[in-house]
T-cell receptor, first 116, second 107 residues
Framework: SAVISQKPSRDICQRGTSLTIQCQVDSQVTMMFWYRQQPGQSLTLIATANQGSEATYESGFVIDKFPISRPNLTFSTLTVSNMSPEDSSIYLC?????????????FGPGTRLTVL | RKEVEQDPGPFNVPEGATVAFNCTYSNSASQSFFWYRQDCRKEPKLLMSVYSSGNEDGRFTAQLNRASQYISLLIRDSKLSDSATYLCVVSASKIIFGSGTRLSIRP
């Protein structure tokens, strides 16, 4: 298994500003993902964070709004840019160990974002 | 049609009861199947993988029916601590989470 930490755990931000969320894994993972979870809803995949190359974004999400970095196998960041109240959500990162139990994902505790 | 559909619940059952959830998926090429558990205001955590032959882990039994494209989760002798949202997860070219089934166990 993997232990994943995120920071900040929560933040309240003003409209038009940007927030960068950090995700740290205690061991190397093959894949890292960023999700968004609206209150009472399930998880929506934003993008796959690729090491050393541009992230792969899902439909409805673009790099200008959600730039992602992944400089190595244990760390990734997600930036929520030019925020609006509609961006208020929980943002979760996850890691996939690959190999045995492929596709098994371990999640960070999430970042609770409120945009005023 | 959603790619992964679950009973939304909520299921409200007494302690000790047996409860079952179903989940259907639309992509016949799906290869991996899981049940995750998410407690209120917490991150999802893997409960169990679902194998073609079915698998059991204590009070929990998961089944996969590829022909009908559904998976199920059975919880026997339910405990108060089983109260949570149960997420069905299906993986083909990408991983899709169901919307979750809320379970509440009452004393």
């Amino acid at each position: 298994s993997a232990v994943i930490s995120q920071k900040p755990s929560r933040d309240i931000c003003q409209r038009g500003t940007s927030l960068t969320i950090q995700c740290q894994v205690d061991s190397q993972v093959t894949m890292m993902f960023w999700y968004r979870q609206q209150p009472g809803q399930s998880l929506t995949l934003i993008a796959t964070a690729n090491q050393g190359s541009e992230a792969t974004y899902e439909s409805g999400f673009v790099i200008d709004k959600f730039p992602i970095s992944r400089p190595n196998l244990t760390f990734s960041t997600l930036t929520v840019s030019n925020m609006s109240p509609e961006d208020s959500s929980i943002y979760l990162c996850s890691g996939d160990m690959g190999g045995v139990g492929t596709d098994t994902q371990y999640f960070g505790p999430g970042t609770r974002l409120t945009v005023l | 049609r959603k790619e992964v559909e679950q009973d939304p619940g909520p299921f409200n059952v007494p302690e000790g009861a047996t409860v079952a959830f179903n989940c259907t998926y639309s992509n016949s090429a799906s290869q991996s199947f899981f049940w995750y558990r998410q407690d209120c205001r917490k991150e999802p955590k893997l409960l169990m993988s679902v194998y073609s032959s079915g698998n059991e882990d204590g009070r929990f039994t998961a089944q996969l029916n590829r022909a009908s494209q559904y998976i199920s989760l059975l919880i026997r002798d339910s405990k108060l601590s089983d109260s949570a949202t149960y997420l069905c997860v299906v993986s083909a070219s990408k991983i899709i989470f169901g919307s979750g089934t809320r379970l509440s166990i009452r004393p």
